[in-house]
């Protein structure tokens, strides 16, 4: 089957690259799963993150700071 969104060409790349077979009700709930979160992630790459401190790095061998 043909893609025919560039969602489906990249789900079908993704696809083949790691040699993955998907039937049509599998790429079905990946393409479900991806507009469900699209209007986010559109919205977290459209926000201006330039003011933003980064997080400090976190030290998982050691109990949180209080």
């Known amino acids: 089957m043909e893609p025919d969104s560039a969602f489906q060409r990249y789900v079908q790349g993704g696809l083949e690259l790691f040699g993955i077979e998907?039937?049509?009700t599998?790429?079905?709930v990946m393409e479900g799963v991806f507009s469900v979160y699209r209007p986010a992630l559109e919205g977290l790459?459209?926000?201006d993150l330039?003011?933003?401190e980064p997080e400090r790095p976190i030290d998982l061998s050691r109990a949180p700071s209080e």
Do not use: I, K, P
Request: hydrophobic share 40%.
């Open 50 to 52: 330039e003011g933003v």
């Open 45 to 47: 790459l459209a926000a």
């Open 22 to 24: 998907a039937d049509q």
């Open 26 to 28: 599998e790429r079905s």
